[in-house]
């Protein structure tokens, strides 16, 4: 008589732990406060109930409590000498000069992020020369990732940009009214005469030549459509490199907004108050004293690239547990199916390799190890770090003065590119530039722009040694004197020394030799 009543029981035990559980799950949407500092860049709610701990504890204790000599320190922060090369894009023995009649009108609709979109639009300025044609000001696509629909004259001071080509290329703002049909969005209702959508990456000026210039004569206007990576950095004349450096690195500037906001990190980052960020127990306190440091009054800028994008695409572990891997791999199903070329190899194996981005923990102790300690101002420049505060925290217990844009300046300052993905790049990229030294913690889109623009300024940029650093974290064993060591000599020629552009690299990565010249 009394298995109905267990039958029953049982069945409001389950209801019970099902509205828990839903409880649970629930709880976050209705409460993200409570969840706050951990779910600000998170791809699944799961992986943040395992945030993850150090996994290199003996080498962090250490570095916590690190005393950096102050010649270590003084040449840490020693400005690159003369190093024999000057910034040369201006050929005395080939003055520009406007051809007499332009061939028609080129239009480029480019794609990718701030950084991607830059390069573009430097390759569309030399692909009008080249072209003899009219350029229209570029059309900057919404990123799909970060939904920014900022235009070109959002980002770049337009008359500025005009008036340094001005006796190069033939630019307008728009289309004369005879060509006002010519839209992205009459390109995307139909197959169009004057959209070129064959265009190979790095696809030669020869190229250009026979299959564009043809249609611009017979319709008087072309559009390029996609446009991203697709000039060749090799086999073109030295006057289309030379005005390719003359965009990137002096005609594209950024608009007052950007600049006056960028202005003021960087006075606030030379010249702070005083007052310690809400980190500090009285112990760290009484560690900081950031006026009898060398490097006081300078700063450092780390691009940390540890988005969710790159940690998924990476195949590689970083320390959160069954839930992140799981989190992961969904992750990589929904974005690419699962053809990562990466998840075939362990995670050993890609370490190794140096195809691991370094987490905050692992770029902290390089950074230390480098030389950098508790006095040092850090700006952090980047979007959205992966799992959050949780991921960065103790990056903050060793950088403890670390800052970026919302912690130096306020809400009303930032409203005009708050939610704004590019612009908010292009504030980063103007304070990178300011910066006493650069360093980015994986290569991508903006280390490889900055790189290349400090190294024609012959400024001071750390690149990190991804292949030594792999094996070197890897090391469970390795104590501290040692891991320091083998990170001081394995970064002794990748602070800023000229590198020469080889076939195939970037020439805004690497502006030298095209675009520089012996002093």
């Not at 030669?204 to 030549?209: E, F, I, R």
């Not at 459509?225 to 500037?253: G, M, T, Y």
């Not at 300078?298 to 320390?319: I, N, P, T, W």
């Not at 469970?476 to 690299?505: C, T, Y």
Request: net charge positive.
């Amino acid at each position: 008589m009394r298995q109905p009543y267990n039958y029953n029981h049982q069945i409001h035990q389950s209801r019970r732990s099902a509205f828990a559980a839903l409880f649970l799950l629930l709880l976050p949407i209705f409460l993200p406060n409570l969840f706050a500092p951990l779910g600000r860049a998170s791809p699944s709610l799961f992986s943040e109930w395992n945030a993850p701990k150090p996994r290199h504890l003996s080498l962090l204790e250490v570095a916590l409590h690190w005393k950096t000599p102050i010649k270590q320190q003084s040449d840490l922060w020693s400005p690159l000498p003369n190093q024999g090369w000057k910034p040369c894009i201006d050929s005395a023995d080939d003055p520009a000069s406007l051809p007499e009649r332009s061939q028609g009108y080129i239009q480029v609709f480019l794609d990718g992020g701030l950084n991607q979109q830059r390069m573009g639009i430097c390759d569309a300025v030399a692909v009008a020369q080249i072209l003899n044609a009219t350029l229209v000001i570029p059309h900057l696509e919404v990123n799909p990732v970060w939904q920014d629909s900022s235009s070109f004259t959002d980002i770049f001071d337009l008359d500025h940009f005009i008036n340094v080509l001005r006796d190069e290329v033939s630019i307008v703002k728009e289309l004369p009214r005879q060509y006002s049909w010519s839209t992205r969005e009459y390109y995307a209702t139909g197959i169009r005469a004057t959209r070129i959508k064959t265009a190979p990456v790095h696809a030669s000026a020869d190229w250009y030549l026979e299959n564009v210039l043809p249609v611009m004569q017979s319709y008087g206007i072309a559009a390029i459509s996609p446009f991203s990576h697709r000039l060749a950095f090799d086999k073109l004349p030295i006057k289309i490199q030379h005005l390719r450096c003359k965009v990137n690195f002096e005609a594209l500037a950024f608009v007052p907004r950007i600049r006056l906001i960028g202005d003021t990190l960087v006075h606030r980052l030379r010249h702070p108050s005083g007052k310690l960020q809400e980190s500090g127990s009285d112990v760290l306190r009484e560690r900081i004293d950031d006026t009898l440091k060398e490097g006081a009054g300078k700063f450092v800028v780390l691009h940390l690239r540890f988005d969710k994008d790159m940690a998924a695409h990476s195949a590689c572990d970083f320390g959160g547990g069954k839930a992140e891997k799981l989190a992961l791999a969904k992750y990589r199903q929904v974005l690419w199916q699962g053809r990562v070329l990466n998840s075939q190899f362990t995670d050993n194996e890609l370490r190794n390799q140096g195809r691991c981005p370094l987490t905050p923990e692992e770029i902290g102790l390089l950074l230390t190890a480098l030389g950098f300690n508790n006095s040092t101002r850090l700006y952090l420049a980047s979007h959205k770090v992966y799992g959050g505060e949780a991921r960065i925290s103790t990056l903050r217990k060793m950088f403890p003065l670390m800052e970026d844009k919302k912690s130096l300046a306020s809400a009303k300052e930032l409203a005009e590119v708050e939610g704004k993905a590019s612009l908010m790049a292009a504030v980063d990229y103007y304070v990178s530039l300011q910066s006493d030294i650069f360093i980015s913690a994986s290569p991508g889109n903006m280390h490889n722009a900055l790189l290349g623009h400090r190294a024609y300024l012959n400024l001071k940029t750390i690149r990190p040694n991804m292949l030594l650093l792999g094996p070197l974290f890897l090391n469970k064993s390795m104590e501290w004197p040692e891991f320091q060591r083998a990170v001081i000599d394995g970064h002794r020629n990748r602070q800023g020394q000229i590198r020469l552009r080889k076939e195939k690299q970037s020439i805004y990565t690497y502006p030298g030799p095209d675009c520089m010249c012996r002093a």
